[in-house]
């Protein structure tokens, strides 16, 4: 079933973060992503404190910290997120990044072993490309590949897409509104901060970008400028209106959004509820098609080369 997920972050005040979760499950939201990297652990133990006594009612995704895929390490990874976590078994597994110091075999011998011992329920990857993603399946289960996936970065319609069809592996969405570039923030390229001027979409002189590439910021903000018309028209923020396209795309079971208040968890969960006509979305498809060409298949939205394969 498709729904709207929640990453939690560490960085909020204790009493905030677990209102902030209270107030999702109270919604209705049920999955929550999370990662031992996330505040080195904090993520974890908040969300731990935030379940307890609901446990029955949430899906926890979480992931290794850095690029440990050693069986060994893998196992220790997860045993801590557990202790963190104040759980028994954790629903979804996901690694968390394509790393290649260690076999794949070596990799997925640990994930299995997890997952027969109970100790999580679900196998899961992350940014996970074409190659890897057959090598990986090849060895073991893969229910999930969590992506970068919105209307101005859909490199996964591409190439990837039907070999998820193919293995019946839903698609977890990240960065859903580009990172607040389909949340209306920004006029134009000029208004965005450096921290969020680093994918592709922008040019590689902007400070702290990590790609050779000449950006597409006209067709970027064009592209924004006509889903801000259609959104005005539809009676929606631009960020509902969003969340609500992703939500319609195939193979996506959870689009997941970041919240740092009661009141966004509303606002985010309003697009639960939108059901945008086959008219409208081909719309929506037409106007970012100019992006999606410009960017090309990569999975990769911050760097070039690309760190998948």
């Not at 969590?146 to 970065?153: H, K, R, S, V, W």
């Not at 009661?262 to 606002?267: D, F, L, N, S, T």
Request: charged letters at 25%; a negative charge.
């Amino acid at each position: 079933m498709t729904t709207v997920g929640s990453q939690t972050y560490a960085g909020l005040e204790e009493a905030q973060a677990i209102a902030t979760i209270y107030a999702a499950m109270d919604q209705g939201i049920t999955l929550f992503d999370t990662a031992r990297a996330y505040g080195g652990g904090e993520s974890e133990r908040l969300l731990g404190k935030a379940v307890k006594g609901r446990r029955d009612q949430v899906v926890i995704a979480s992931k290794p910290m850095g690029p440990t895929l050693a069986r060994d390490e893998l196992i220790e990874e997860c045993e801590q997120s557990l202790k963190d976590l104040g759980v028994e078994t954790i629903d979804l597994y996901q690694i968390h990044w394509p790393r290649h110091q260690h076999p794949w075999a070596e990799t997925a011998d640990a994930m299995l072993r997890l997952k027969e011992s109970g100790k999580i329920r679900h196998i899961g990857v992350c940014n996970f490309g074409v190659e890897d993603f057959a090598n990986w399946t090849e060895l073991a289960e893969c229910t999930t590949n969590q992506l970068a996936y919105n209307m101005i970065f859909r490199a996964v319609e591409q190439e990837l897409l039907p070999h998820l069809k193919e293995q019946n592996a839903g698609i977890l969405c990240y960065s859903s509104v580009a990172q607040g570039l389909l949340a209306g923030r920004y006029a134009s390229a000029d208004e965005v901060p450096v921290g969020r001027a680093r994918t592709r979409h922008f040019s590689n002189d902007r400070e702290e970008a990590r790609h050779g590439e000449a950006g597409c910021e006209a067709e970027t903000f064009g592209a924004i400028a006509k889903v801000r018309a259609i959104a005005e028209r539809e009676g929606l923020s631009m960020s509902t209106l969003s969340l609500a396209w992703l939500l319609s795309r195939p193979m996506v079971t959870s689009v997941l959004v970041g919240a740092s208040s009661p009141e966004q968890v509303k606002q985010n969960v309003e697009a639960a509820g939108v059901s945008l006509s086959p008219e409208t979305i081909a719309e929506l498809d037409t106007a970012t098609d100019p992006v999606k060409r410009a960017l090309g298949p990569s999975l990769d939205m911050w760097a070039s080369p690309p760190r998948m394969r």
